[in-house]
């Protein structure tokens, strides 16, 4: 289409008059982003369909990775980097008098995902299309994603996140590739030919949409394929008689919304029975969908079933898409005629699950009654694993039935989903090494003596491609200056700017561009937050979901406290600092709520104050995104990675923050300890509780939170700031509820504990700051060894020990 500037300033302007009839001197900035958008699509159509044709000819085994969450942030400059032509787009742009980050700032982020979970899954779809991988992610296509959010009065308010408004450039409806999906109805079994038939009748009806989003591989002509599926009306058929003559209007519309629920958002709200069961809806909806449309191409290659192993992997990301093991021994067993153990082993061969979590709110379980009803085949399919698990379990170990009970997947009124999702799996990985130790000696235990060789690691990954070359182009630009361009195809090669840990002019450009990126922050921050910070202060960034276990809130105890240490002494020789937090609350999480406008009120008291806003601001940047996170995560100098030991499976943000430059406070929790192992105390500020020590204090006890409050002078005065009338309480007990959760609570994520240990690591920061050498020193050294962190060496381990696939090469492009 264009290969060069001029071919594609040409190309540009006459697209722009022949689709909207609009000269170049007339556009505007979204009309410039549709256009480029379009060609951009265009230009990697070619591709994308040779690919799948590849595919077909070579009947390639490929890998569909199911994920309630694809957090794909925004993909005009992603794809533009990755086919190769950011370059000639931006230059013949800006000689058309248009800035291409301008452009790109027309985009909506993707409402497909909220965290880790789903940026990990994006990163994953990044690396299999750039290393040719046959892989394809599987997802749910949201109306209005998780929501927007706005800070009101310090308060976090959730608004419908409308990314859909003004459609998406990079999706293809495919409605010929509709399928139905059943709810609810009476199944009805019967002996036919000496087997048994299991018919579901008096079901709803629901049709899946698939929107199909290419995913551009970098360096190559590999275009794999993002599947999001939307909910539909069936209208008629056989959704309880309203196709009949005894059709009900007002019946009609309320199925029709109950559809639209079901794409509607993500995470919807369950703390109710009505949220639990659209959860429940909106994971079989997934699952369903994506089975019968893999199914429906593996078919055309006219293989015996037996032999789906060989060809399809379905990997499930965390315990959501659990549903598809079921759902496959449905067709395997009612559809396709194969008899219980045939279909079990190749329902086994062709799934693998990732654990992401050891919290017990994160493992799934349903109540027996909400599956039974919603999906009533399913529940008997279930049950029918479960006896033959449980059967397993006592020829093994006839004398302990307690153990067989902590096995079992149908447990008193609920399915177990985690436990399903080991049952039913040939491979069950964890996210980092710590976390899949803890999995294999504590939460898992008893299954990895079952099944030890199920269990492994597979470390997470961040594409280096986003999170480098198009965050931080000044940066990506020095390496390859330095080390030459072999890190861009192998991240590991980043380990070659080691060499340069000590040479002072390569610090000084690292220095300056780590300034530029500030400067740039430091201009958005005064634009959205109407806060003025000092670029030349150290930049300490925690940006994630907000949870307890992630301690947002020991991170704003400190801040009161550095507070209270200038207010008490004004003079205080104290590196000036800019906390900058982001973070979404889920809308019924209170005490995270909570948090949250505790961050605002702090910040509000702090900036206001003359007598410390020179050494101390707080910002908080409403509505984290992807799109945000690239314009801090370049700018950050301090990465607060600050978990409660044992619980954080691995991070991701940590690896982002280590990949351009900011140096890391934190504890040894998830992949923080292999980074420490990497790094040592020299390049990381590393305090707190380790793993065990926080698991022996849930086994045995023995914390006494409020013995801390008593006797630590600190954190008596920060606690009775949140209810006493003061600098953060404008109101008597305004954050009792944070204060309860402390002191009557016993703090559960052990933030009185670790305090003590995290302001030492922050004084032992301020001291480093103080020498530019040594700090650029640590910097670079985080940058050299981050590529181990490359979503490519992750996916590369997936594929050859999980999925059993090898790189497809050498596409024809005819």
Known sequence: MFTDKESFKQVFSDSLIGELGTPLEEATSSDVYKVLSGLIREYAGKDWAATNRQYKQRGEKQVYYFSMEFLIGRLLGNNLLNLGILDIVRDGLQELGWSLEEIEEQEADAGLGNGGLGRLAACFMDSLASLQYAGHGCGIRYKYGLFEQKIIDGEQVELPDYWLQKGNEWEVRRADKTVEVRFWGKVEAREENGRWIFETHDYESVLAVPYDVPVIGAGHHHVNTLRLWSAESAMLGSSRGMASKHYDYYKFLNYNRSVEQISEFLYPDDSQYEGKLLRLKQQYFLCSAGLQSILRTFEKLGLPYDRLPEKVSLHINDTHPTLIIPELMRILVDQKGYGWEQAWDITVRTVSYTNHTTLSEALEKWPTTMVRELLPRIYMIIEEINRRFCLMLHEQNPDDQERIDRLAIISGDQVRMAHLAIAGSHSVNGVAALHTDILKKREMRLFYELFPDR???????????????????????????????????????????EKYRDDSGFQDRIHLIKHQNKLKLAAYIEEKNGIRVDPNSIFDVQVKRLHGYKRQLMNIFHIMHLYNQLKQNPNCDLVPRTFI????????????????????????????DPDVRDKLKVVFLENYSVSLAEKIIPAADIS??????????????????????AVTIGTLDGANVEMYEMLGDENMFIFGLHSDQVLNYYQYGGYDARGIYLSDERIHRILDQLVDEGPFCTSPREFETLYDSILNHNDEYFVLKDFAPYADAHQRIDAAYRNPREWLSKSIMNIAHSGKFSSDCTIEQYASEIWRIDPVHELSMN
């Not at 982001?582 to 999480?589: E, Q």
């Open 640 to 661: 607060e990675q600050i978990s409660t030991a044992s619980k954080e499976a691995s991070g991701t943000g940590n690896m982002k923050f280590m990949m351009n430059g």
């Open 455 to 497: 269990f492994n690691n597979k470390t997470n990954g961040i594409t280096h491609r986003r999170w480098l070359m198009h965050a931080n182009p000044g940066l990506a630009e020095l390496v390859t200056e330095s080390v030459g361009s072999r890190w861009i195809r192998e991240p590991r090669e980043l380990i070659q700017i």
């Open 581 to 608: 937090f982001g973070a979404k609350a889920a809308p019924s999480y209170y005490l995270a709520k909570r948090i949250i406008k505790l961050i605002n009120t702090v910040a509000d008291t702090v900036n206001r």
